[in-house]
């Protein structure tokens, strides 16, 4: 069965301070990893596709990498209004989404 | 931008009565798709649908719900007979194609009381 695992649950960063979200999943045969941003009581956003190990995608302070078994989410120099929830996925036969729990960021100023 | 939009925004229901969420995808999308999320809990995958018929359908998706797209742009979800357990955030989402990013609406809260 096709799983995504996310980690770490919470995480607090200092403004400025960079740091990493992992992404790991287990499938029978990758079809793609997508990387969400959501906020509170709001749908989520589209960030990232991910197609193939060793690929790399840049936004602003954001750039999503991926491996054979993981992703990760690197965030450089975070500012307040990146706090949010980000969310993993990957896509089933039927283009299903299969989300990870998620990862809530918070970043003080 | 193309969106995703979804209404109502907000729904408060009564055990045992019958709601429907509508949608409009965006326009030129293929693959049409609700999910729901419990508070706290994790997105979870309700149904897809392609072609004008169901693609897949997880467990939660029971003889309670069902999908239509009546016209060339509405997608909507009904629950027939609703639950407590039904409280939640709804979300419905469109793709072009398989397995591409799929954009999201902005939800609908259902609260049934």
């Known amino acids: ?7 770490p649950e919470a995480l607090r960063l200092q403004e400025g301070e960079s740091s990493s979200l992992n992404c790991s999943y287990t499938v029978s045969g990758l079809r793609g990893l997508f990387w969400y941003r959501q906020d509170p009581g709001k749908g989520p956003e589209f960030l990232f596709t991910l197609y193939s190990a ?6 602003e302070r954001l750039k999503a990498t991926l491996t054979k078994k993981e992703s990760f989410l690197h965030i450089t120099a975070p500012k307040p209004e ?17 989300f990870g729990q998620g990862t809530t960021l918070q970043v003080k100023p | 931008e193309p969106e995703v939009t979804q209404t109502p925004s907000h729904q408060v229901t009564q055990m045992g009565q019958e709601v429907i969420l509508r949608c409009v995808p965006i326009s030129n999308h293929l693959y049409f798709y609700w999910y729901r999320q419990i508070l706290g809990q994790k997105v979870e995958f309700l149904v897809s649908f392609y072609n004008n018929e169901i693609s897949e359908k997880s467990e939660i998706f029971d003889d309670q719900f069902s999908v239509e797209r009546p016209d060339g742009s509405n997608f909507t979800l009904k629950i027939r007979s609703t639950k407590l357990e039904d409280s939640a955030m709804y979300f419905c989402a469109s793709s072009g194609s398989l397995n591409t990013e799929a954009f999201f609406g902005q939800g609908t809260r259902l609260t049934v009381v």
Do not use: F, M
């Open chain 1, 54 to 59: 060793g690929e790399e995608k840049e936004k």
């Open chain 1, 1 to 7: 069965e096709d799983q995504v695992t996310q980690s």
């Open chain 1, 82 to 98: 990146d706090s949010a929830t980000y969310l993993c996925a990957v896509p089933g036969n039927t283009g299903k989404l299969i």
